[in-house]
């Protein structure tokens, strides 16, 4: 079935990957039925949505693989329901997105574990998680135990550890930034670098890495964001990219605002948004 002749191009290419990304287009046709070139498509696809229509259908495919994996359907059903056609090449996007191999994944993280701390900041309750790999959460709430639950969601059989403040070189970095960024104390020096264990995009690590460079005490538009990777049309995928950053703080989403200079939206809600920029600017 075409996508509607009311869509422009753009939205009649996604509307039909969306309907089949196990088996999606190929680009051309999809250029034949938008009736532009398949040049022209990619572009203004990219320029929207920060990938290709290949990428989106592929993300598309990995989401419904992890969903398969979580159902509890064996790893090589999985990979051909999700419409991949290659399992070697599955289990090597898969280190890479989902940061442990589809195998670990399908068993809710068995075997992974997991250390965490959750300090109080003016923002709330700060969850600070790691792996061996890197940083896999720093999330805020009001509610530690939710905060702790909701880590504990994705990866279920994942062994998960409480540890005290300090006791983790990684979350001592993490909350020592933080804790200046806040203005509640100095830093001391410069706290060791501290890897990321996150499913990401190629566009996502771009947007993040640009957020990083915002300073403390100073907001940028999604368009100014957009235009500084070099992506001047693709605003709205860069406030996915900020609504996807599971990095609160330390990857500074909520220095990210509109153009009237309104908020805009934050996965850990609005006042949090409004009383860390207030802190940040005060200090």
Not at 104 to 117: D, H, N, S
Not at 199 to 224: D, N
Request: net charge positive; charged share 25%.
């Amino acid at each position: 079935m075409h996508a509607s002749a009311t869509l422009d191009p753009v939205d009649q290419a996604r509307a039909a990957i969306d309907a089949a990304p196990d088996n999606a287009p190929t680009l051309t046709e999809l250029a034949r039925r938008c009736g532009i070139s398949a040049s022209h498509l990619t572009r203004a696809f990219r320029a929207r949505h920060g990938m290709s229509p290949r990428e989106y259908a592929h993300s598309l495919r990995l989401t419904q693989f992890k969903r398969a994996l979580r159902e509890g359907e064996q790893v090589t059903a999985a990979v051909y329901r999700a419409g991949f056609g290659s399992p070697s090449r599955v289990y090597e996007d898969a280190a890479r997105r989902i940061g442990m191999t589809p195998g670990t994944y399908r068993r809710g993280g068995a075997g992974v574990a997991i250390r965490y701390t959750i300090v109080l900041t003016p923002a709330g309750h700060l969850l600070v998680a790691t792996t061996e790999r890197g940083l896999c959460a720093v999330t805020l709430g009001r509610d530690p135990r939710a905060l702790t639950e909701q880590l504990a969601q994705e990866f279920p059989q994942a062994h998960c550890e409480r540890v005290d403040d300090g006791a983790d070189a990684w979350i001592a970095a993490v909350i020592a930034r933080v804790s200046a960024m806040l203005g509640l104390a100095p830093l001391h020096g410069d706290p060791a670098p501290v890897p990321a264990d996150l499913r990401a995009t190629a566009f996502q690590w771009r947007v993040w890495e640009e957020l990083m460079r915002i300073p403390r005490g100073h907001t940028r538009s999604y368009s100014q964001v957009a235009y500084a990777i070099g992506r001047p049309r693709a605003v709205r995928a860069v406030a996915s990219a900020c609504a996807a950053n599971r990095l609160a703080l330390v990857v500074p989403c909520h220095r990210v605002i509109r153009e009237d200079g309104s908020l805009g939206g934050y996965r850990w809600g609005l006042p949090n948004k409004r009383a860390i920029l207030d802190r940040e600017a005060a200090a």
